[in-house]
């Protein structure tokens, strides 16, 4: 799980915010605040000065973490420390998750409307944040504009999506002779990666809300700009004291506690496999409810009538998607053997438009990956697949030709490619993509499915029955015909080691609830 420490100066008290309407019972008076300064620095990105985040959020206040470990932020671009996180400890898990408990009494029995009313103004909160958002997204991770633009506006959707399916969502539902209650679970710990911090808080935080469950907040400490400014846009949008808290802290410590903690009854996670696992353990003794959405190796299948071009295009956008840091990319592209060589020549002349550079730049295609560690861990498995007599087809070792700062990746395709290669087998992280050859639609299935993973899969195709009858047979929680993005309507998870549980609008919402019938 992850951490964060904060470096930050102090603001200047905000004034008295004016009244909030929050829908039938009328306008709420805004809370007092007990005179501790908010957190400061909100200086845009590029101005050159340290960040110092050291606050968090419990229960409606900015507050000093009872931890003390510090931690650096860097931009991955110039490799620069360009702050530090005050991270939180145990006993502000602990506090946070009291905090969240008290406020589930009452939280818990509002009605729909003032439900409603809190996610439209956080959609409101968090749209004033957007330019913000996005720099913290391009300064502290290396997302390129393309990313930040077309991914970042969804935070705000999201809220405002939540509200309106609440508008006809019905809590209590006839089933047969009995009456269904869906009550909301309680205290949910959501824990959130460092890829696209921002769009998975919102996400779990929009549903949490819905269901009337309240919430504790951990984010990655690599993440800790974009954590400070949706903290921010929480406390703008008057949430009830303790329905949502944020402790920025490292997993093996505030994570451990929140998957342990006897009062938090619901876990969702967003990660990697091996965190997965240990969630479940430490949940089990409490039997937690999970969402887990874990890893992936996802596999991008060109059946022999696609578009070559247009399919080859979408399938390296897939898999270079964010700098090559999604866990539902398509990193394992399968080609008919008949179209082999069209399909690595078609590779290759793809390549211009993945160029490598400064994020900032709106003609860049990939960015640096996100730190040293992941850098690291990308040039051994590049040398991996050299070691496991995989053909290098573009890319390589290194950094790209001109940049010689920064974690920069150049963007690999390897040939030559056995679904046995662990390279094939284990999910990367990063811009490095194999090219697997198979002899007709069962094999390619069989290959597709010959993986320990199964989050997101593509087949693209000219035939649209064909293509809806391989993807039937494809092993994956969601499969994509002839598109890159999902349907943020439909249910998104993974089977096998990609994790369990759904999320994503009414498959969302109800996994923060829990029928309860009455029988008369």
């Not at 956008?317 to 964010?322: D, E, I």
């Not at 549980?501 to 309860?516: A, V």
Request: net charge negative.
């Amino acid at each position: 799980m992850g951490n964060a420490t904060s470096n930050g100066q102090t603001w200047p008290e905000r004034p008295a915010r004016a009244t909030v309407n929050t829908g039938e019972h009328g306008p709420r008076a805004p809370r007092s605040r007990p005179g501790l300064p908010r957190p400061a620095n909100r200086q845009r990105s590029g101005s050159g000065e340290m960040r110092k985040i050291d606050r968090t959020y419990i229960d409606g206040q900015f507050v000093t973490p009872h931890g003390t470990e510090l931690s650096p932020l860097f931009n991955p671009t110039t490799e620069e420390v360009i702050g530090e996180v005050r991270l939180a400890d145990e006993t502000d898990a602990r506090t946070a998750t009291a905090a969240a408990k008290q406020a589930f009494a009452s939280y818990s029995r509002t009605s729909k409307e003032e439900r409603i009313a809190l996610l439209n103004r956080l959609s409101v909160t968090f749209t004033e944040r957007l330019d913000e958002l996005k720099a913290a997204m391009v300064e502290e991770y290396g997302a390129v504009r393309g990313i930040v633009d077309g991914l970042i506006p969804l935070a705000p959707t999201m809220f405002a999506d939540a509200a309106k399916l609440l508008e006809s969502y019905e809590f209590t539902k006839a089933r047969g002779t009995s009456t269904v209650v869906m009550k909301p679970l309680g205290v949910a710990a959501l824990i959130t990666p460092w890829n696209l911090n921002t769009v998975f808080v919102a996400q779990k935080l929009a549903n949490a809300l819905a269901a009337g469950a309240t919430a504790v907040v951990k984010p990655s400490e690599l993440s800790a700009i974009q954590t400070q400014i949706m903290t921010e846009a929480f406390d703008a949008a008057d949430v009830p004291p303790g329905v949502i808290n944020v402790v920025t802290g490292r997993g093996s410590i505030v994570g451990d506690v929140l998957t342990s903690h006897p009062d938090v009854t619901k876990v969702s996670f967003t990660g990697s496999t091996v965190v997965g696992q240990r969630i479940m353990r430490n949940a089990a003794a409490t039997f937690k409810r999970l969402t887990l959405e874990l890893g992936g190796k996802g596999p991008s299948i060109l059946l022999d009538d696609a578009d070559i071009p247009s399919a080859v295009s979408a399938a390296l956008s897939s898999g270079f998607l964010n700098n090559g840091q999604t866990c539902f990319a398509g990193t394992r592209i399968l080609a008919p053997r008949s179209r082999l060589e069209e399909i690595l020549e078609a590779i290759e002349s793809a390549m211009p438009a993945f160029g490598v550079g400064d994020p900032r730049d709106p003609s860049t295609g990939v960015g640096p990956v996100v730190s040293q560690a992941q850098f690291d861990r990308v040039q051994s498995y590049i040398r991996l697949g050299l070691q496991e007599g995989a053909q290098l087809l573009v890319g390589g070792e290194g950094r790209p030709e001109g940049l010689d700062k920064g974690w920069f990746v150049k963007p690999t395709v390897f040939a030559g490619v056995t679904n046995q290669m662990r390279i094939a087998r284990e999910e990367i992280f990063g811009p490095v993509l194999v090219v697997i050859p198979y002899e007709d639609d069962d094999e390619a299935v069989s290959i597709a499915n010959d993986s320990p993973y199964g989050l997101q899969a593509h087949v693209f195709s000219s035939d649209t029955e064909r293509a809806h009858h391989v993807a039937r047979q494809v092993e994956a929680g969601a499969v994509l015909i002839n598109r890159i993005f999902s349907d943020v309507e439909a249910p998104f998870g993974g089977i096998k080691q990609s994790g369990i549980g759904r999320e994503h609008h009414l498959y969302g919402l109800e996994s923060y609830l829990e029928p309860r019938a009455i029988t008369a």
